[in-house]
C-alpha cells in the first residue's frame, strides 16, 4: 500500500516538472487549435502508471481500483478543476459482485442420460439473482434471436408466456441477417441494440425466464472464446438491488462455446444449422429441445462501494454556463483473474483505457489553459466512470442519477481504447449520424483536413458497447471517438491488422500492458480533436438534438 501512495507521488512530482517545462519539450503531434495545449510525455506518464500492476488491473471496489479513481481525482484537484458532485469529486454506486465456482458444471439431460460440459472450457456462467446458491433444473428452449421488436414485425417469443417462464432459453447472438428485399433488416450490416448480449438477458428477465444461454462464435461476437473466458472467469458485477427494486432478473446468465452448443442439439436430435436457418425468418418458433439444463451455481458474494470520479469547470457565459458538456471515460478494468501462459494474472487495461483516462485528463487540462476568450461558453464536466467493464454500470448509474440535468446537457463525448499507433488522416465519431452534432464534427473535421470515415465495423455494434451510449438511452446526443485506419507512413491496411491482431492477442488479456513503444502523438491528435468538437458544442447557440427519424428522439428531454 505505501509503495503504491509513494510511487503515486513520484508520479504526480514528475508531472508537475513536465507542467513547468523543466524536463521535456515537445512538438506538436498534429496541426489543429488546441494541439500545442497537450503535451505528449505527460500523457504516456498516466498510462504507463494507471496500467502498473500495482494498481492490480484497476477492478471496481478493489484496492488497485479505487486507487486509481483517487489518483484521477488527486490530478484533477492539481489542475484546478472543481468537484463535481456538491464539493467531492466522487458520485458513489452501489455494486454487487458474484464470482462462480469454477468447479461449476453445466450438465444436459436427456431422459435419464446426461452430458456434463465444465465452466471456463465450455461455458462461462453467473448469477443475476444477487446470491450465492442458485439452483436450476429446467426445460430448454431454443429462441433463435431472442428478440422481440416490434417495428421490424419480429418476434422470437411466439406462444404464450408460460413456454418461457422457468425455462433456460438458447439463443445466438447479434441480429437477424438482413436479406435482398430487406436489406435494412435491423439496420443491415451495422448492429442494433437487439443484436446485444444485454438486450437479450434483460428481455428474456421480462419473459419470466429463469436462464440464458448465449451460443458464442467468434465471428458474430467480433472475438474469441479467450475474451468470454476471461471476461466472466473473475468477479462479475451488477448495480447493487435495493428491497424496491422489482426489475426482473434471470437466475443464470451463461454463454457457451459453439462446440458445446453442437453437442447439446445433437443430444436433443436437432440439427443446430438447420434451426438457425429457420431462426432467420420471421416465421420462426421456438423449438422445445427436449432436454433438461441442471445447474448448480454456487458464488462468492460481496457488495462493492464504487466511485464514479466528477470534475466540474464553469463556463465562460453567465447565460449558458448552468447547461453542460460532458466528456467521459471509463477507469475500471478487469482486475485479478485468470493467469495466462506466462502465468501473469493481472489485467492492466493499458490500452483499455487507461489511454481514455489519460486523455480525459489532458482535455481537462488543455480547458484550464485557455486563454479567457477562448473558455468554452458552457461548463464542462469531466466524468471518469466505473464498472463500464461489467455492462457499462457506471455510465448507467449516472445517466440514471444526473449530477447536472439531462435536460441542460448539450452532448456526451466519449474516449475508449484510445489510438496509440500514429497520427492518422481520419476519424470516425460513432452516432455522429444521429444528431445535430454530425455538422459540428464535419465541421472540425474540414479545419483539421481530415476525413469523416463511419464506423469501419458496424457489425460488431460498437455503438452500443461503451459510456455514451447510456447518455443516448435517456435522449442527450452522444459520440464515441475512434481513430481512423489511414495511418501516416504506413501502407494500406496497416491498421486494421494491428486492430486484428490486438483483439485476438490483447483485448480483455493480462498482455494489455503498457509499450514504451506506443507513439503517442496519435492519443493527442484524437483527444485534440475530441475537444474541439466539445467546444463546438459548448458554444453552440442551441443544445444538441437527436434527429427526428432517429430511435433516441423521443427520449431526449424537451430542448430549447
Same mark, same amino acid.
Given at each position: 500500500?505505501?509503495?503504491?501512495?509513494?510511487?503515486?507521488?513520484?508520479?504526480?512530482?514528475?508531472?508537475?516538472?513536465?507542467?513547468?517545462?523543466?524536463?521535456?519539450?515537445?512538438?506538436?503531434?498534429?496541426?489543429?487549435?488546441?494541439?500545442?495545449?497537450?503535451?505528449?510525455?505527460?500523457?504516456?506518464? *498516466?498510462?504507463?502508471?494507471?496500467?502498473?500492476?500495482?494498481? !492490480?488491473?484497476?477492478?471496481?471496489?478493489?484496492? %488497485?481500483?479505487?486507487?486509481?479513481?483517487?489518483?484521477?481525482?488527486?490530478?484533477?484537484?492539481?489542475?484546478?478543476?472543481?468537484?463535481?458532485?456538491?464539493?467531492?469529486?466522487?458520485?458513489?454506486?452501489?455494486?454487487?459482485?458474484?464470482?462462480?465456482?469454477?468447479?461449476?458444471?453445466?450438465?444436459?439431460?436427456?431422459?435419464?442420460?446426461?452430458?456434463?460440459?465444465?465452466?471456463?472450457?465450455?461455458?462461462?456462467?453467473?448469477?443475476?439473482?444477487?446470491? !450465492?446458491?442458485?439452483?436450476?433444473?429446467?426445460?430448454?428452449?431454443?429462441?433463435?434471436?431472442?428478440?422481440?421488436?416490434?417495428?421490424?414485425?419480429?418476434?422470437?417469443?411466439?406462444?404464450?408466456?408460460?413456454?418461457?417462464?422457468?425455462?433456460?432459453?438458447?439463443?445466438?447472438?447479434?441480429?437477424?441477417?438482413?436479406?435482398?428485399?430487406?436489406?435494412?433488416?435491423?439496420?443491415?450490416?451495422?448492429?442494433?441494440?437487439?443484436?446485444? +448480449?444485454?438486450?437479450?438477458?434483460?428481455?428474456?428477465?421480462?419473459?419470466?425466464?429463469?436462464?440464458?444461454?448465449?451460443?458464442?462464435?467468434?465471428?458474430?461476437?467480433?472475438?474469441?472464446?479467450?475474451?468470454?473466458?476471461? /471476461?466472466?472467469?473473475? +468477479?462479475?458485477?451488477?448495480?447493487?438491488?435495493?428491497?424496491?427494486?422489482?426489475?426482473?432478473?434471470?437466475?443464470?446468465?451463461? +454463454?457457451? @462455446?459453439?462446440?458445446?452448443?453442437?453437442?447439446?442439439?445433437?443430444? /436433443?436430435?436437432?440439427?443446430?444449422?438447420?434451426?438457425? $436457418?429457420?431462426?432467420?425468418?420471421?416465421?420462426?418458433?421456438?423449438?422445445?429441445?427436449?432436454?433438461?439444463?441442471?445447474?448448480?451455481?454456487?458464488?462468492?458474494?460481496?457488495?462493492?462501494?464504487?466511485?464514479?470520479?466528477?470534475?466540474?469547470?464553469?463556463?465562460?457565459?453567465?447565460?449558458?454556463?448552468?447547461?453542460?458538456?460532458?466528456?467521459?471515460?471509463?477507469?475500471?478494468?478487469?482486475?485479478?483473474?485468470?493467469?495466462?501462459?506466462?502465468?501473469?494474472?493481472?489485467?492492466?487495461?493499458?490500452?483499455?483505457?487507461?489511454?481514455?483516462?489519460?486523455?480525459?485528463?489532458?482535455?481537462?487540462?488543455?480547458? @484550464?489553459?485557455?486563454?479567457?476568450?477562448?473558455?468554452?461558453?458552457?461548463?464542462?464536466?469531466?466524468?471518469?466512470?466505473?464498472?463500464?467493464?461489467?455492462?457499462?454500470?457506471?455510465?448507467? +448509474?449516472?445517466?440514471?442519477?444526473?449530477?447536472?440535468?439531462?435536460?441542460? *446537457?448539450?452532448?456526451?463525448?466519449?474516449?475508449?481504447?484510445?489510438?496509440?499507433?500514429?497520427?492518422? %488522416? =481520419?476519424?470516425?465519431?460513432?452516432?455522429? !449520424?444521429?444528431?445535430?452534432?454530425?455538422?459540428?464534427? $464535419?465541421?472540425?473535421?474540414? !479545419?483539421?483536413?481530415?476525413?469523416?470515415?463511419?464506423?469501419?465495423?458496424?457489425?460488431? %455494434?460498437?455503438?452500443?458497447?461503451?459510456?455514451?451510449?447510456?447518455?443516448?438511452?435517456? %435522449?442527450?446526443?452522444?459520440?464515441?471517438?475512434?481513430?481512423?485506419?489511414?495511418?501516416?507512413?504506413?501502407?494500406?491496411?496497416?491498421?486494421?491488422?494491428?486492430?486484428?491482431?490486438?483483439?485476438?492477442?490483447?483485448?480483455?488479456?493480462?498482455?494489455?500492458?503498457?509499450?514504451?513503444?506506443?507513439?503517442?502523438?496519435?492519443?493527442?491528435?484524437?483527444?485534440?480533436? =475530441?475537444?474541439?468538437?466539445?467546444?463546438?458544442? /459548448?458554444?453552440?447557440?442551441?443544445?444538441?438534438?437527436?434527429?427526428?427519424?432517429?430511435?433516441?428522439?423521443?427520449?431526449?428531454?424537451?430542448?430549447?
Amino acid at each position: 500500500m505505501n509503495e503504491i501512495i509513494d510511487f503515486m507521488k513520484i508520479n504526480i512530482f514528475f508531472k508537475s516538472i513536465v507542467a513547468l517545462g523543466l524536463l521535456v519539450s515537445f512538438v506538436p503531434a498534429q496541426k489543429g487549435q488546441f494541439t500545442n495545449l497537450f503535451n505528449p510525455e505527460e500523457l504516456k506518464s *498516466t498510462v504507463r502508471f494507471l496500467s502498473d500492476d500495482g494498481f !492490480e488491473g484497476r477492478a471496481p471496489g478493489s484496492r %488497485g481500483g479505487e486507487l486509481a479513481a483517487k489518483y484521477i481525482a488527486m490530478q484533477l484537484r492539481r489542475l484546478g478543476v472543481k468537484p463535481g458532485n456538491n464539493g467531492s469529486y466522487f458520485q458513489p454506486v452501489s455494486l454487487f459482485a458474484v464470482k462462480a465456482d469454477p468447479a461449476t458444471k453445466l450438465n444436459i439431460f436427456n431422459g435419464n442420460n446426461l452430458t456434463s460440459f465444465n465452466f471456463a472450457d465450455d461455458f462461462v456462467a453467473f448469477t443475476g439473482a444477487q446470491t !450465492e446458491y442458485v439452483n436450476i433444473n429446467a426445460e430448454m428452449v431454443f429462441v433463435g434471436y431472442g428478440i422481440d421488436a416490434p417495428e421490424q414485425k419480429w418476434n422470437d417469443y411466439k406462444g404464450d408466456r408460460d413456454d418461457y417462464r422457468g425455462k433456460v432459453l438458447v439463443m445466438m447472438v447479434n441480429d437477424p441477417p438482413a436479406t435482398e428485399k430487406e436489406p435494412n433488416l435491423f439496420g443491415g450490416k451495422a448492429l442494433t441494440y437487439y443484436g446485444r +448480449w444485454t438486450y437479450k438477458f434483460e428481455q428474456a428477465a421480462r419473459m419470466g425466464a429463469a436462464g440464458v444461454i448465449l451460443i458464442h462464435t467468434t465471428e458474430s461476437a467480433g472475438y474469441g472464446w479467450n475474451v468470454v473466458r476471461t /471476461s466472466n472467469g473473475s +468477479w462479475r458485477y451488477d448495480v447493487a438491488r435495493t428491497p424496491d427494486d422489482r426489475t426482473p432478473f434471470l437466475q443464470m446468465r451463461s +454463454w457457451m @462455446t459453439e462446440q458445446t452448443a453442437r453437442k447439446i442439439f445433437e443430444q /436433443s436430435g436437432k440439427n443446430l444449422d438447420e434451426l438457425r $436457418e429457420k431462426a432467420k425468418s420471421r416465421d420462426f418458433k421456438p423449438v422445445k429441445l427436449g432436454l433438461r439444463a441442471s445447474v448448480e451455481l454456487k458464488s462468492q458474494v460481496k457488495r462493492v462501494d464504487s466511485n464514479n470520479v466528477v470534475g466540474l469547470i464553469d463556463g465562460a457565459d453567465a447565460a449558458l454556463k448552468n447547461e453542460y458538456v460532458v466528456y467521459s471515460a471509463h477507469w475500471d478494468h478487469l482486475g485479478v483473474g485468470e493467469p495466462n501462459a506466462r502465468g501473469d494474472n493481472i489485467y492492466n487495461g493499458a490500452l483499455d483505457n487507461a489511454t481514455g483516462v489519460a486523455a480525459l485528463l489532458g482535455i481537462a487540462e488543455a480547458i @484550464t489553459k485557455l486563454p479567457a476568450k477562448q473558455k468554452p461558453k458552457r461548463s464542462s464536466v469531466l466524468l471518469f466512470t466505473t464498472a463500464e467493464e461489467q455492462g457499462l454500470l457506471g455510465a448507467d +448509474w449516472y445517466a440514471k442519477h444526473p449530477i447536472f440535468p439531462v435536460d441542460k *446537457t448539450a452532448a456526451d463525448v466519449n474516449l475508449d481504447s484510445v489510438n496509440i499507433l500514429g497520427l492518422v %488522416g =481520419s476519424f470516425s465519431a460513432l452516432g455522429v !449520424e444521429r444528431s445535430s452534432l454530425r455538422e459540428i464534427v $464535419e465541421k472540425v473535421a474540414k !479545419e483539421r483536413g481530415m476525413k469523416l470515415v463511419p464506423d469501419g465495423k458496424p457489425e460488431q %455494434g460498437l455503438f452500443f458497447r461503451s459510456d455514451h451510449f447510456p447518455f443516448a438511452k435517456v %435522449g442527450i446526443p452522444s459520440l464515441n471517438m475512434e481513430a481512423g485506419d489511414d495511418f501516416v507512413g504506413k501502407p494500406e491496411g496497416w491498421g486494421r491488422k494491428q486492430f486484428e491482431a490486438y483483439n485476438a492477442a490483447n483485448y480483455h488479456q493480462p498482455s494489455d500492458e503498457f509499450s514504451e513503444s506506443w507513439d503517442f502523438s496519435g492519443l493527442v491528435q484524437l483527444a485534440e480533436i =475530441s475537444l474541439a468538437i466539445g467546444v463546438e458544442a /459548448s458554444n453552440a447557440k442551441k443544445l444538441q438534438r437527436f434527429n427526428k427519424d432517429d430511435e433516441f428522439f423521443k427520449a431526449q428531454p424537451d430542448r430549447k
